[in-house]
């Protein structure tokens, strides 16, 4: 308390500029490693780390398919110098292992400053307003298909909306920083990748002589599931249908970026079972690129 009372009486007397000229610490645009946003952005920091954005130069699978990172067409998204709104980015030569990392996304050489989605008071470096980064466009560099296919769509939801949701708390949690600003909406630098939920989806299944068909709709998704950019994600569709208490049918379909459902838009699948089944169950599964699993999206029974 006596630290902060000490504070305000040293800095009251002079005006934003001079306090701008104490607390500056030029290297911060220096395009420094992460860890140095970390001494202030402490909780945005922890949260990138777990991020697939920390990891995207490190990743084995990037590693394989790029052999050994020889591919140059494939590097610059992986490690990015500066992100610009729906254009590719130049790759970066330093600090490459960083992946898509906080100064990547938040320098501008322009401005020569931080740019972020508010207008801050931020003494230890410059930072501009920039309404980049509450729109979907600042992602559509690189996640160019999702963008595309979400563009579409016209809804108002960008991809911060769901894939950064927001809490009330400090942006910055260095003393004495941290108390000379109020809580803003801090928005999850963890980039969940999500999973659908049941209500995202519409099922329905038609009995007819030669089988079922089994028609599902995305109603909740405003990309197509799964998307990709030139990872591999997967949707599973299992259908198995029972006689008498016996299983007497088993089938799947494998979905992939190209193949996958499209928002508002019927997918309809043949399913060729014997017609005196009595009940099916469907099971969606859907499987991310950088995980060997399997994770199960919803489960249906139909009776007849
Ligand atoms: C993939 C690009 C990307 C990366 C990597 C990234 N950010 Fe952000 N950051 C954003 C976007 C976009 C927003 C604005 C989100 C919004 O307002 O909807 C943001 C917002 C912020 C904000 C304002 C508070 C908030 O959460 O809205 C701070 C501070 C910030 N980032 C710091 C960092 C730091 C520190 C790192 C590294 C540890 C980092 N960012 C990494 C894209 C990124
Ligand atoms: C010595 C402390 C300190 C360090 C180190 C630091 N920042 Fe900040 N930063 C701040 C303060 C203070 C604010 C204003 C916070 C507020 O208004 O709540 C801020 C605000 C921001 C914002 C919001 C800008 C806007 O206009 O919306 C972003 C983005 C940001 N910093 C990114 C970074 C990045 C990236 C790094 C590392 C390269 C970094 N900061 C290093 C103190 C720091
Ligand atoms: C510089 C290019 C770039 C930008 C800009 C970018 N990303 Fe990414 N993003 C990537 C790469 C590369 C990966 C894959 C990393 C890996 O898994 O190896 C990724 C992964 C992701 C994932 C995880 C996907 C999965 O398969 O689990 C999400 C979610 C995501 N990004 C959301 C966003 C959002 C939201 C924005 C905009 C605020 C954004 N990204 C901006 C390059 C970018
Ligand atoms: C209304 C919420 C919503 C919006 C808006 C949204 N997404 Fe998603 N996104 C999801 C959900 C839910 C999933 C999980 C789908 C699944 O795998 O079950 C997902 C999955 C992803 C994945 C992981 C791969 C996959 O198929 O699972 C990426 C990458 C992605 N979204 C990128 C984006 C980008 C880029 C934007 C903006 C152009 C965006 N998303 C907008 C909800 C949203
Ligand atoms: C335009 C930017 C861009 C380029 C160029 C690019 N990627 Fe990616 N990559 C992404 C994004 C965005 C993701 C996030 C997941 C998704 O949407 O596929 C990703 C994810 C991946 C993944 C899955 C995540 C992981 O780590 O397992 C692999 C593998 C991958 N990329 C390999 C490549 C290869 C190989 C090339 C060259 C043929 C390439 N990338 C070129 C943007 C790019």
Redesign the pocket.
């Known amino acids: 308390m006596i630290r902060i009372i000490f504070l305000i009486l040293l800095i009251f007397p002079l005006g934003c500029e001079k306090i701008e000229k104490i607390f500056i610490e030029e290297d911060i645009l220096d395009r420094p490693p992460s860890e140095r946003c970390s001494e202030c952005h402490t909780k945005i920091y922890k949260q990138w780390k777990n991020s697939?954005?920390s990891?995207?130069w490190v990743?084995e699978k990037?590693i394989k398919k790029t052999k050994n990172r020889t591919k140059t067409k494939c590097l610059s998204?992986?490690a990015?110098l500066e992100?610009k709104p729906e254009e590719k980015?130049e790759l970066r030569d330093k600090l490459r292992k960083e992946g898509?990392n906080c100064f990547?996304?938040h320098y501008r050489e322009k401005t020569k400053s931080i740019h972020g989605p508010y207008k801050v008071f931020s003494p230890p470096h410059y930072s501009t307003y920039d309404p980049d980064y509450i729109s979907s466009k600042?992602?559509a560099?690189?996640?160019r298909k999702t963008y595309k296919n979400w563009k579409k769509t016209e809804t108002d939801k960008n991809?911060?909306d769901c894939?950064?949701p927001s809490k009330k708390d400090r942006l910055v949690q260095k003393f004495p920083f941290t108390y000379f600003h109020s809580k803003k909406d801090l928005h999850n630098h963890s980039?969940?990748?999500l999973k659908a939920k049941e209500k995202d989806f519409m099922v329905e299944i038609i009995k007819d002589k030669t089988g079922i068909l089994l028609r599902i709709k995305n109603i909740g998704i405003p990309h197509t599931v799964p998307t990709a950019q030139q990872?591999s994600?997967k949707y599973y569709i299992t259908l198995s249908g029972i006689f008498k208490g016996k299983n007497i049918f088993k089938d799947d379909y494998m979905l992939t970026p190209e193949s996958g459902l499209k928002p508002g838009k019927w997918k309809e699948l043949k399913f060729f079972v014997d017609t005196k089944v009595e009940k099916v169950t469907i099971i969606i599964e859907r499987k991310?690129?950088?995980i060997n699993k399997k994770e199960k999206v919803l489960k249906k029974i139909f009776s007849f």
């Open positions: 697939r954005h990891v995207a990743s990037f998204c992986h990015p992100i980015p898509v990547s996304c600042i992602c560099g690189c996640h991809c911060q894939h950064m980039f969940p990748s990872g994600p991310l690129s950088w």
